[in-house]
């Protein structure tokens, strides 16, 4: 299932020229103050290149025009990197955002008012109006289905070609705007005004519109700022050593100095991060109407999972006949397509589906004069009927109750023994009779979503425990929590009890997820910190939760929880990178700056840097290309492996820790090389 998530993903090359041509231009727009300002470190990066500039006017020291020239280029450059990779990051999300944008464009409705049909823009469509959609119309509006079935083409969403239905009552009733019906009629209450509805709300997040810094980004941001200061302050009071050491040193290798010191890589890749987390994550069709929910996602230890709709498929499939009272399979199943023929439901249709395939009966309609025994909660019956027949299809209870004496032959007795059978085995019997007499038993069967068993089980190597939530009674839930291989269940569950287990799993200190599609998941969406809504399920459900689910798969909690801990890897990768190469920088510029005033520090100068300005020329170089060389990093994010915290820190440090060491070295003295070949410095 991992690898069809994968197949679905409509990824994009990181440097096309439709993203990269938009974003150069949008890096430079992205130099006003009052947005770097956001980004505290580049700021004062900007603010140094500034200064930089002016020396080159009024600077009065001995270094050459061409020097502090170059250094205020790669100066400018590396606040450039920095604003480009941002800029990339949000015209990956634009670009999504367009086609987005796109499915929604001139979209018309067939609104019903009156009992008439008016043809109107989807823009005039309000919450509560009623629309008809038919084959090969788009639909208009964000919506739930109130009257009729049809088979919708969501492959504008979620990127599935596969029709999905649709229908009026129970979990799959939502419908986005901008899917296509491809058959069949449905009527559509529009449950969101213009500009409120889901795909405007993933515009808007793709587009980074909407999007708030992580608790992570605030304190990583915290840091970066923190360290600059200490830097700044530091740097300030250089020339006064200097002044006592006999000697004095250019504001322009100052301010050079600074920006080597304080830790521009990560700032500048920082909201890159971010970003591309968010984007990853909606390229994986889950809408995430926060940053902080991906990245709770990344720490989650309990999944709580409601069953109807999300562990199962929503709707009970009959699967077997059971006779009883020396009825035969074949009687039974007759009569019970006769009662379901003008049974709409889901399982109704199934069950004529069964006998037609099991027994090949090929009873189409009704008998003449025949009377349809509608279903109610009071009498929970429904069938058919004649003059001379009776066929009655329901609860076993009530069937009994509804036929005097039939609760006391042998036949009621071997229907109990079988019914229970069916409730242990997790399925629902629905008891059949014709004229008073017992014939058996329907076994509907709660259809359990394939490869949920496997998925469940990587989940637990994960160390994320799940667990099953359901109004079902405990021997139904048992056998349904076994098949799907989660490690606990929670039976005869209410909307408080859900909402109970989830503040006791929080007050122990645990992260929880939920997944659900229903009004009664509502609750539980909301108090979880990562609420996933099925896009299958009710208004109520999508508005509560913090991701929505394209797919309606609750085994995609596995990618959006791989997705939180690579958001978090990657920060934590590319900060440890920073940090080591910002240790590598200090060898190269602090020998060579000093050594005029303290000629031991020579021996500090293990790279053999040519001279004193080559050297802090070649550190602001590299210190500026390697944000670019890092940006398809940030974007793409590092590969998440299942592991301890121990083995984790240990792997960062080995591969980013040692590699943020070892790559200014030789960069820096490549780079040295080439600047003292060609006589720049």
């Known amino acids: 299932m991992a690898q069809t998530s994968q197949s679905r993903t409509r990824t994009k090359s990181l440097f096309t020229a439709d993203l990269v041509v938009p974003a150069i231009r949008a890096s430079f727009v992205k130099l006003d103050p009052r947005q770097l300002i956001r980004n ?110 049809a088979s919708v083409n969501e492959a504008a969403i979620t990127g599935e070609s596969a029709p999905v239905i649709r229908e009026a009552g129970g979990d799959r009733s939502a419908v ?53 200061i200490i830097f700044l302050i530091a740097v300030g009071t250089i020339p006064g050593f200097a002044a006592y050491a ?18 521009t890589t990560i700032a500048a890749l920082l909201s890159a991060i971010g970003i591309a987390g968010m984007d990853r994550l909606v390229r994986f069709n889950v809408l995430a109407k926060s940053g902080r929910a991906v990245e709770a996602a990344g720490d989650i230890d309990v999944l709580l999972l409601d069953k109807t709709g999300t562990i199962t498929i929503g ?53 003449d004069a025949a009377e349809v025994i509608p279903f109610t909660a009071q009498t929970r019956i429904s069938g058919v009927r004649t003059a001379d027949l009776l066929v009655q299809k329901g609860a076993v209870e009530s069937i009994l109750k509804a036929n005097a004496g039939l609760g006391e032959t042998a036949a009621a007795t071997e229907l109990r023994r079988v019914t229970d059978e069916i409730a242990r085995a997790g399925g629902t019997p629905l008891a059949v ?6 014939l058996g038993a329907i076994f509907l069967k709660d259809v359990v979503k394939a490869g949920i068993r496997e998925r ?59 997944c659900g599609d229903g009004t009664n998941d509502a609750p539980a969406l909301a108090q979880a910190d990562v609420g996933v809504a099925m896009n299958t399920g009710t208004q109520a459900a999508r508005e509560a939760g913090n991701m929505v689910d394209l797919d309606s798969d609750p085994t995609k909690l596995i990618e959006v929880v791989g997705l939180g801990k690579q958001l978090l890897m990657t920060r934590g990768a590319l900060t440890t990178f920073s940090v080591a190469n910002d240790v590598a920088k200090y060898f190269a510029i602090i020998p060579a700056m000093f050594v005029v005033l303290y000629p ?70 490549a780079i040295d090389l080439v600047v003292g070949g060609l006589g720049l410095a």
Do not use: C, H
Request: hydrophobic share 50%; proline share 4%; charged share 20%.
């Open 40 to 149: 505290p470190v580049m700021f004062v990066t900007a603010a140094v290149a500034t200064l930089m500039t002016l020396l080159l006017v009024v600077g009065q020291d001995d270094l050459s025009v061409a020097f502090k020239a170059q250094l205020a280029a790669w100066l400018w450059l590396t606040v450039l990197f920095g604003t480009f990779a941002e800029a990339l990051a949000e015209g990956r999300g634009k670009a999504q955002a367009a086609s987005l944008r796109a499915t929604k464009a001139e979209l018309t409705a067939k609104r019903l008012r009156n009992g008439r049909t008016e043809q109107v823009a989807a823009s005039e469509l309000r919450a509560g109006d009623l629309v008809l959609v038919a084959t090969d119309d788009l639909i208009p509006a964000d919506g739930e289905v109130v009257e009729g079935v």
């Open 176 to 228: 986005t705007a901008g899917t296509r019906v491809i058959s069949d009629q449905i009527t559509v209450r529009v449950t969101a005004d213009p500009g409120q509805g889901f795909l405007d709300r993933m515009i808007a997040l793709v587009e980074g519109a909407e999007r708030q810094k992580t608790p992570n980004e605030v304190a990583l941001t915290i840091l970066l700022v923190g360290l600059t």
């Open 246 to 263: 006999g000697g004095s040193i250019p504001v322009a290798i100052l301010a050079a100095l600074l920006i080597t010191l304080i830790p």
């Open 315 to 367: 709707d009970r499939q009959a699967s077997e006949f059971r006779a009883v009272g020396g009825a035969s399979d074949a009687e039974l199943a007759e009569a019970a397509l006769l009662a379901s023929l003008a049974d709409e439901t889901p399982e109704g249709r199934s069950i004529v589906v069964l006998a037609r395939d099991r027994f090949g009966i090929r009873t189409s309609a009704l008998p």
């Open 433 to 438: 009779a014709k004229n008073g007499r017992l």
């Open 456 to 514: 469940f089980g990587e989940l637990r190597q994960m160390g994320i425990r799940t667990v099953m939530i359901t109004g079902d009674n405990p021997l139904t839930a048992a056998a349904i929590a076994a098949e799907a291989g989660v490690d606990d269940f929670l039976a005869q569950a209410t909307p408080e009890d859900k909402l109970e287990l989830i503040r006791k799993e929080q007050t122990g200190g645990r992260l929880v997820a939920m």
């Open 600 to 669: 031991g520090l020579g021996v500090l100068n293990v790279m053999g840097l040519a001279t004193p300005q080559s050297a802090i020329l070649s550190a602001i170089i590299f210190n500026a290309i390697i944000i670019p060389m890092l940006v398809p990093l940030a974007l793409r994010g590092v590969a998440y492996r299942p592991m301890g915290a121990g083995p984790l820190l240990a792997r960062n440090l080995a591969i980013y820790g040692l590699g943020g060491l070892i790559a200014p070295f030789v960069g820096i003295k």
